[in-house]
């Protein structure tokens, strides 16, 4: 993928290998801005809680996100 070319570091692979590994976990998630970006952490919350990972997932929003 031509965007891998642009990272300085790519940990996706030992951070998801990490995540696999939870049973029912509390997972806190800093929701950093509104529109697509709030979806997409809505959707992996939902996953998260659907396939066991989190028990529990706590959204933490900005007081203005942009």
């Known amino acids: 993928m031509a965007a891998n070319a642009l990272l300085l570091q790519n940990d996706l ?3 998801w290998s990490s995540l696999r590994k939870l ?3 509390r997972i ?3 929701l950093d801005n509104a529109g697509f ?3 997409a952490d809505l959707i992996f919350t ?3 809680l659907t ?3 989190a028990g529990t997932v706590v959204l933490h929003p900005k007081a203005i996100p942009w």
């Open 23 to 25: 049973k029912n976990a």
């Open 28 to 30: 806190d998630i800093i």
């Open 46 to 48: 939902l996953y998260l």
């Open 51 to 53: 396939v066991g990972i």
């Open 13 to 15: 692979a030992a951070a």
């Open 37 to 39: 970006e709030l979806f």
